[in-house]
């Protein structure tokens, strides 16, 4: 089945760590995004890719990294910057503007600081 | 700055009832807007998109208007039912950069629907 696979569902960082999540998608979607979701803030877009090899940053790109080295793949790092990590993060990608634009989210990795 | 907003945070209902939701939005002039359901602990799922030229569309249950002269979006979910509890999210495609583009979120309503 189609779909956006996110890995680990559950991730705990020491202070002072990188992690780093994992985000697969086998739709043939151009583009992916991270979100990251606190109670009552609802999502907010951490960063963005439109296309391989190019990315852009969200409203709260500040101690986060992405990459796009593959069509399938968008992993998010979680850098010691960050300091305050522990949210609920949902990746997603989009279908061509033919497609009317759906994006279809992962079942989301939960990060929390120990 | 763009800015969705989700005029309750919880709405409760009883089973039957219609259940109204609503999304105003400013300094947008979207193309169109979407909205998802979103379970505890679960990512999003999409459940109905209408286009600027559209006033109402409807799946099933679901019902969603869209005015772009008042900026807003009504979603209504008739006969509701309890298995329509969960959070509704309104959704549109903000500008972000040069040329980038990426949905914008409200908060969400969390709908309780009680039998």
């Known amino acids: 089945d189609g779909g956006i696979t996110q890995s680990p569902k559950y991730l705990f960082r020491k202070e002072g760590q990188n992690v780093t999540l994992s985000c697969e998608q086998n739709?043939?979607?151009?583009?992916m995004y991270w979100y990251r979701q606190d109670p009552g803030q609802g999502l907010r877009l951490i960063y963005y890719?439109?296309?391989?090899?190019?990315?852009q940053k969200g409203d709260i790109a500040e101690g986060y990294s992405v990459s796009r080295e593959k069509k399938e793949s968008f992993p998010l790092t979680v850098t010691s910057a960050q300091k305050n990590p522990t949210a609920f993060y949902l990746c997603?990608?989009?279908?061509?503007?033919?497609?009317?634009?759906?994006?279809?989210f992962g079942e989301g990795s939960w990060l929390t600081v120990v | 700055s763009q800015k969705i907003e989700q005029n309750s945070e919880a709405l409760n209902i009883q089973e039957g009832k219609t259940a109204t939701l609503t999304c105003n939005y400013t300094?947008?002039?979207?193309?169109?807007l979407q909205w998802y359901r979103q379970d505890p602990g679960r990512g999003p799922v999409f459940l109905l998109l209408?286009?600027?030229?559209?006033k109402e569309k409807r799946k099933e249950r679901l019902k969603v208007t869209f005015d772009t002269t008042l900026k807003q979006s009504l979603f209504h979910i008739t006969a509701s039912q309890p298995a329509d509890s969960a959070t509704y999210l309104c959704?549109?495609?903000?500008?972000?950069?040069?040329?980038?583009?990426?949905?914008?979120f409200g908060k969400g309503t969390t709908l309780s629907v009680s039998s």
């Open positions: 959704a549109l495609l903000g500008r972000y950069g040069q040329a980038g583009t990426a949905l914008i």
């Open positions: 890719s439109q296309i391989v090899n190019d990315f």
């Open positions: 739709l043939n979607h151009d583009a």
């Open positions: 997603a990608s989009r279908g061509q503007v033919g497609s009317g634009n759906t994006i279809y």
């Open positions: 209408i286009r600027e030229n559209e």
């Open positions: 300094n947008y002039s979207p193309a169109y």
